[in-house]
C-alpha cells in the first residue's frame, strides 16, 4: 500500500492525522486503532509528516465573522445540484435520502428539542443553495417543528419523502415525519443531500440517540463547513494538484465511456421514481467473504465492487467502460474535520479495462487475480484525487461532447463508517424499516454497507431506464456471484 493509500484507508475509518511540532499525532473513534494500523502509522511516521506537509501547507483558519457568508458549492454538490435540471440526460432528479425508523414509545417534544438544539449545533442544517451555485449558511432559523401523522397516513407520507422535489434554496433541506403512536410509531427521514452525506448522516443519528437519551450536549466544532470548503479549494494552487491533472489525461484523452447496458428507449423526461433490489449477508457469510478477501490480498469493498464490474461487463456492448465510484473524502486539514456535517463526498472514475487482465504466460486472470489488479488501480487513482472525477468528467466533456461524460452506473461503499462512530445502528434504539437514494444522472447506485453483523448490499435504480426483467436478471447474477464469493474461497 502506498502512503497516500494508508492515508486515505484511515481517513475512511474516521481517523484524523495531524503535525504538532514534528510529531505525529492522531485521533480516532473507540476501537478503529488495532495493532496492525498502529505499526503502520509507526513504521512509515516519516513518510506520512512528509505527506501532510505536502497536503497542508496552509493550515485551515477558521473565520467565525464569514461563516454566514456565501460560498462555492464542491465539485460534488455542483454536479448535484446542475444534475436536478430535466434539460440534461437522466437529470430531473434530486439528490436525496430516505430513511424510515421503527421507534417504540417515541415522545416526540424530546425529539423535536433535540433536533433543534442540533440545527443550531451544526451549520449546515441551516444550510441553503441558491441557483447562482453558492451555498450559505443562514444564522437564524424558524423553530422546527417536527409533522405528525396518524399511522392511516404512512403510506402517503412515505410516497411523498422517498422523492424530493423541493427547491434547494428554501430552507429546511432535511424534515422529520412521524406516524402512528406507542408501538406503532414510525418515524420518516428525508434528506437533501446536497448538504449531508452518509457519513454525516450517521453521526447526526448518533447524537440525536444520545441526546434524546439524556446525554451531555457537545461542544460546537470551533470551524464551519464553510472554512473546509475554502481551504479544500485552495490546494488547487498546488503542485500536487497539477501533478494529479496530469495522472488523468491518458485516461481523458481515450475516453471508454460508460457501460453500454440496454436503457430503455421511452422519451425522457423519464419519472423521477427510483426502487431497490436487496439481499444481505449473514454474519457467517460476511465473516466468510472477509477472510476469503484477505487470503487474496483485497478487501470486502473491492471483491463486491469487481463483481459488480463483472455484471455490468457481462450485459454491456462493449467490454471497456468508467465506473462512478462514490467515497468518502474528508481531507484532514484541520484536528475538528472530523465533527463537521456536509458533503464531504467524492466522485473518484475507475476503469475497467480487460485488455489487460491476463498473466505473463497470456491466460485468462482469475477473479481473485482481476480483483486484486482492480485495488491497485483504485489505491493508484486515489493517490491522484486532487483532480477530482468531476473535473475528469467535466474535461471529458469538453473533449468528446458533454453525453460522452455521463457516467450512470455507480458504486457507493460505507464499509468502516459504522467502526469510525461506534454504532451498530444508524439509530439506536430504533428498527430500520424503508430505505431509497435517489441521485441525479444515475440509472444504477450498487451500495454496500454493514448492518449490525450483516452485509447489506443494495441496488438503488432508476425504474424507467430499464425492464423490469433485465434488472432482475442483473441483479439476480449479480446476488449469486457475491454469495459464491463467500461460501468458495474464489477471492
Known sequence: MTIQGLQAELESLGVVLWSDNGMLRYRAPVGVMNEALLSELKHHKTALLDLLAQTTPDALQPDPSAWYEPFPLTDVQAAYLMGRNPAFTYGGVACHGYLEFKWPALDVPQLEKVWNHLIQRHGMLRAVVHADGYQQILERVPHYAIEVQSVEQRESVRQRLMIRSQSPAQWPLVDWVVTGNGDACHLHLSVDLLVCDYQSIRM?????????????????????????????????????????????????????????????????????????????????????????????????????????????????????????????????????????????????????????????????????????????????????????????????????????????????????????????????????????????????????????????????CRQAAFSQTLLDDMFDSFQALVRSLATHAQC
Open 204 to 460: 447526526l443519528l448518533g447524537e440525536l440517540a444520545a441526546l434524546y437519551l439524556g446525554s451531555a450536549p457537545a461542544a460546537e466544532p470551533a470551524l464551519s463547513f464553510r472554512d473546509y470548503v475554502l481551504a479544500e479549494r485552495h490546494q488547487r494552487a498546488s503542485a500536487q494538484y497539477q501533478s494529479d491533472q496530469q495522472y488523468w489525461h491518458p485516461l481523458i484523452e481515450h475516453w471508454p465511456g460508460a457501460p453500454d447496458l440496454p436503457v430503455s428507449q421511452a422519451p425522457e423526461p423519464w419519472s423521477p421514481d427510483f426502487d431497490r433490489r436487496h439481499f444481505q449477508l449473514s454474519r457467517a457469510d460476511y465473516a466468510r467473504l472477509q477472510q476469503h478477501a484477505a487470503d487474496a490480498g483485497i478487501g470486502v469493498s473491492v471483491a463486491v465492487l469487481a463483481a459488480y464490474a463483472e455484471v455490468l461487463r457481462r450485459w454491456s456492448r462493449r467490454d471497456q467502460f468508467c465506473l462512478s465510484l462514490t467515497l468518502l473524502n474528508r481531507l484532514p486539514l484541520h484536528p475538528e474535520v472530523d465533527q463537521l456535517i456536509g458533503d464531504f463526498s467524492a466522485v473518484e472514475v475507475l476503469a475497467i479495462d480487460p485488455s489487460v487482465e491476463q498473466t505473463a504466460e497470456g491466460n485468462s486472470m482469475s477473479f481473485a487475480e482481476r480483483a486484486k489488479r482492480l485495488q491497485r488501480r483504485l489505491w493508484q487513482d486515489m493517490d491522484h484525487r486532487l483532480f477530482s472525477g468531476v473535473e475528469v468528467l467535466r474535461e471529458v466533456g469538453r473533449q468528446h461532447g458533454r453525453e460522452a461524460a455521463l457516467l450512470p452506473y455507480a458504486y457507493t461503499s460505507t464499509l468502516g463508517a459504522r467502526q469510525a462512530h461506534g454504532a451498530e445502528s444508524l439509530l439506536p434504539g430504533t428498527t430500520l424499516v424503508d430505505a431509497m437514494t435517489q441521485t441525479p444522472q444515475v440509472l444504477i447506485d450498487c451500495q454496500v454497507a454493514e448492518q449490525g453483523d450483516a452485509l447489506s448490499i443494495n441496488w438503488d
